[in-house]
Nanobody, 124 residues
Framework: QVQLVESGGGLVQAGGSLSLSCAAS????????MGWFRQAPGKEREFVAA???????NYADPVKGRFTISRDNAKNTLYLRMNSLKPEDTAVYYC??????????????????WGQGTQVTVSS
């Protein structure tokens, strides 16, 4: 059974930065695609960023140039560095694992395991 545990969320002022981590256990995840999603109150969960097993990355338009997804295979951990944060980035952030390496990285339905989420709040 795979477990994903996010950490690093918190309260930050607009323009600030945060780094999220997602530690995986129960399985080595280095050969699988992984992603970050977020869900704001009253909204659907939306794609933020993804990284495939060979390191290629994709980003949602609202975060391009501000967020960076990365992974440390030795630590079995996924990261999301968030710079120039805006109030509209406020959400619960989730990491996810795609065991099928489907390539449809922006679709929540393609991911098999999810973390419990970490709250990110950006004040104006």
């Amino acid at each position: 059974q795979v477990q994903l545990v996010e950490s690093g969320g918190g309260l930050v002022q607009a323009g600030g930065s945060l780094s999220l981590s997602c530690a995986a256990s129960g399985r080595t995840v280095s050969h699988y695609h992984m992603g970050w999603f977020r869900q704001a109150p009253g909204k659907e969960r939306e794609f933020v960023a993804a990284i495939n097993w060979f390191g290629n990355t994709n980003y949602a338009d609202p975060v391009k140039g501000r967020f960076t997804i990365s992974r440390d295979n030795a630590k079995n951990t996924l990261y999301l560095r968030m710079n120039s944060l805006k109030p509209e980035d406020t959400a619960v952030y989730y990491c996810a694992l795609d065991l099928n390496n489907s390539g449809r990285y922006s679709s929540t339905g393609e991911y098999d395991y999810w973390g419990q989420g970490t709250q990110v709040t950006v004040s104006s």
